[in-house]
């Protein structure tokens, strides 16, 4: 991406838990964007999955604490609700066309994201005592007018899926500015195939240009 963008890229070693749970890997990317307002105007956000929640994360508090306004944010298949473990839409399978042949196969892969999405949650916060639907937290429940130029990116298949088309569409009607791009065939963590997957590819050529 940063070929592709022509741009300086910083990835951010932020604290990861369960040995330093939340709010230590947010803090840690403020703490980056902090320091390179001094140098960049134009600074964009990103992220795969967790990771893409944490930029989020870091979006809102630049923006809280008056550091800056993020000029734009690219999302690879992030999550953006914690603690979902509850059966609801955001992980109805059902909503998914796929032939009648893999409806089984669909439904247990979102059935085993369920549960590790519980299980990712709980190592997050280290099991503390905080909301999960804390905007930090669970960005889908933040103020969507935060989030400008937001570019999503995910899998046809990715259990992920329908917790992003919610998140962008609430960003997009608050401000005109979403871009959504749905990839056919392939699921959650498809940037592990840079390099061998057309698809892959072409995700990462289309997330440059919105930087």
């Known amino acids: 991406m940063a070929e592709q963008a022509n741009c300086v890229v910083y990835n951010v070693d932020y604290a990861l838990a369960p040995e330093q749970p939340y709010p230590a890997g947010i803090l840690d ?83 085993l994201f369920e549960q590790l999405d519980a299980i990712m949650s709980g190592y997050y916060v280290a099991d503390q005592a905080v909301d999960l639907t804390a905007p930090l937290l669970s960005p889908l429940l933040a103020d969507p007018t935060t989030f400008h130029n937001v570019t999503l990116l995910v899998g046809e298949y990715d259990p992920f899926r329908l917790q992003g088309e919610a998140f962008i569409k609430r960003v997009g009607h608050a401000n005109g500015d979403a871009n959504y791009f749905r990839y056919g065939g392939i699921s959650h963590a498809f940037l592990n195939f840079t390099g061998n997957v057309p698809a892959v590819e072409d995700a990462l050529m289309t997330a440059a240009k919105f930087i």
């Open 29 to 111: 990317g403020l703490a980056v964007v902090a320091a390179m307002t001094a140098e960049y105007a134009h600074i964009s956000l990103g992220g795969d999955s967790a990771g893409a929640s944490i930029a989020l994360g870091v979006s809102q508090l630049c923006k809280s604490m008056g550091i800056c306004e993020i000029a734009s944010h690219v999302l690879f298949y992030p999550t953006v609700i914690q603690g979902s473990e509850l059966p609801g839409p955001l992980w109805d399978d059902n909503q998914i066309t796929i032939v009648s042949e893999q409806r089984a196969a669909l439904h247990r892969s979102y059935q």
